[in-house]
């Protein structure tokens, strides 16, 4: 992943962050930095920070810099701002390709065993790894993130029903 940053003009700078996990800064003469914290962070997650990154690169051009400021917050919550799911969305689309993972997936049923091979395989998060199977999954599949009885945010397949998960 650095290497594709690398060939977008972007080059990846790890340390000197705290309260985010990566930033975007943009230069005049369209080359880049992106930094990323470098608090032994798990590998899957500071990959999917770099491909975030990435997506805003690509999808937000226009952006100014204070705005590219990325909490963990904001790399976790699909649904807090458009630019942010479309950056995870990216992200989670560049680490783990639809191509790879759809033809075996629709032949699973979906459960933790196949979220773990797909971290595992693409060097991403559980987290990220379970959005993308629930993404592209065709069987009726809620995934919610919760943290004691507070719901931190839901996502749902293409097939499931729409369900209120209180807040």
Not at 73 to 92: K, M
Not at 127 to 135: E, I, S
Not at 142 to 159: T, Y
Request: proline share 4%; with cysteine; aromatic share 8%.
């Amino acid at each position: 992943i650095e290497d594709l940053a690398y060939a977008l003009g972007l080059d990846v700078v790890f340390g000197d962050l705290t309260n985010v996990d990566a930033w975007l800064i943009r230069h005049s003469d369209g080359t880049g930095v992106i930094r990323v914290r470098d608090d032994g962070a798990d590998n899957g997650r500071t990959r999917f920070s770099i491909a975030h990154e990435i997506g805003h690169w690509e999808l937000h051009p226009f952006c100014n810099q204070g705005f590219l400021v990325c909490t963990p917050a904001d790399i976790a919550d699909y649904g807090r701002s458009p630019e942010e799911a479309e950056a995870n969305f990216f992200a989670a689309a560049l680490l783990m390709s639809k191509p790879l993972i759809a033809p075996g997936l629709s032949k699973r049923d979906p459960e933790f065993k196949v979220v773990e091979e797909l971290a595992r395989e693409f060097s991403v998060t559980r987290t990220a790894a379970a959005r993308r199977m629930v993404d592209l999954s065709k069987h009726a599949v809620m995934l919610v993130s919760s943290n004691g009885q507070e719901v931190n945010w839901c996502a749902r397949s293409a097939s499931a029903r729409s369900v209120f998960v209180a807040s």
